[in-house]
T-cell receptor, first 113, second 115 residues
């Protein structure tokens, strides 16, 4: 069955370190998204991609970057981790930009100490 | 500004009773509306969507939602709640944003079904 996976599931890192969170989907979807989920803020879009070599900033993109070199993967990099980036991160993919639902990964819980 | 509101942070219902989780929106153009559910320590799962057509939409796990254009609402309903329905529910609206559509998320409603 097609799926979307994230790794690691849990990560503890120190302030200032670079961290990369992996996202891999086997749906063959062109569209991929990264969100963070924080209490009181719901889901906030960090970056998204509509296809290979395409990346776009979301509403909370500062301090984060993504690259899309193939259809299956959209890694999220925290250039210099900050305590404010402690959160749960979700990757998602969808078949279409508008009509189709998004499929979510299980999430990565990141703690920055 | 385009927005989605879930006016209740928490909803409590007794098992077997009907449940309603409310969602209202403010967007330009025709909205595409979605409901997702999140169980503890899991990612979000799609429940149902409204794009066009019949205002009553049926989805997974016995849930349904009614699109009401005049009230700009898309409330999630289930005739008989189960304890296993206890979870966090998110409403989302796909709205016009230039040449693309942007997905706007509500803050979520925690549903507790009591045995």
């Amino acid at each position: 069955d097609a799926e979307i996976t994230q790794s690691p599931r849990h990560k503890i890192t120190e302030t200032g370190r670079q961290v990369t969170l992996a996202c891999h989907q086997t749906w063959n979807h062109n569209n991929m998204f990264w969100y963070r989920q924080d209490l009181g803020h719901g889901l906030r879009l960090i970056h998204y991609s509509y296809g290979v070599q395409d990346t776009n900033k979301g509403e909370v993109s500062d301090g984060y970057s993504v690259s899309r070199s193939n259809t299956e993967d959209l890694p999220l990099t925290l250039e210099s981790a900050a305590s404010s980036q402690t959160s749960v991160y979700f990757c998602a993919s969808s078949r279409d930009r508008s009509f189709y639902e998004q499929y979510f990964g299980p999430g990565t819980r990141l703690t920055v100490t | 500004a385009q927005s989605v509101a879930q006016p209740e942070d928490q909803v409590n219902v007794a098992e077997g009773n009907p449940l309603t989780v409310k969602c209202t929106y403010s967007v330009s153009g025709n909205p595409y509306l979605f409901w997702y559910v999140q169980y503890p320590n899991r990612g979000l799962q799609f429940l149902l969507k409204y794009i066009t057509g019949d205002n009553l939409v049926k989805g997974s796990y016995g849930f349904e939602a009614e699109f009401n254009k005049s009230q700009t609402s898309f409330h999630l309903k289930k005739p008989s709640a189960l304890v296993s329905d206890s979870a966090l529910y998110f409403c989302a609206v796909s709205a016009n944003a230039g040449n693309n559509r942007k997905l706007i998320w509500g803050l979520g409603t925690s549903l507790a079904v009591n045995p």
